[in-house]
């Protein structure tokens, strides 16, 4: 008897990784601020188990020294977008629950999660965090603020 089932490497056959699995979270799905910008997996060569440093972003993003990089609480990245407001019509309701659920997928499946705020006043905000594997990994958006 022939097996016709295709043969998997087994190390990755079972693992999703978190970027394979945040196109469903993020589609259509748009970080507000004065220019509504998409949010798009992102993903980071540096393995460390200790956390990163503007410099190591500067260095990843190969930005020059000038580039203003700043980390910041992810609590500062998700209020504006996890928080619902009395006033919101029912698309902000539906784009909050969305972001709600993005938050909870991410920091479930990341650990050393970290927020890089780079530029200031067309920021490309970068939040990062450790797969089990080691990759880091996460969600990079632009944010406008004038």
Known sequence: MTNN????NDASADKTTVEQ????LI???FYPSESDEPIEPVSCYLKQETPLTVSQIKDWQMLPPA???EERPAADFWAPVVTEQDWYTDDEKARTARFQ???QFLERELTVC??????????????LGREPSGQRTGIHT???QT
């Open 5 to 8: 089932t295709p043969e998997r």
């Open 21 to 24: 699995a945040l196109p469903p």
């Open 27 to 29: 589609t259509d799905l």
């Open 67 to 69: 580039v203003y990089v």
């Open 101 to 103: 659920q993005l938050r």
């Open 114 to 127: 970290q927020v890089f705020y780079v530029g200031e006043m067309e920021m490309d905000v970068y939040f």
């Open 142 to 144: 632009k944010i406008v």
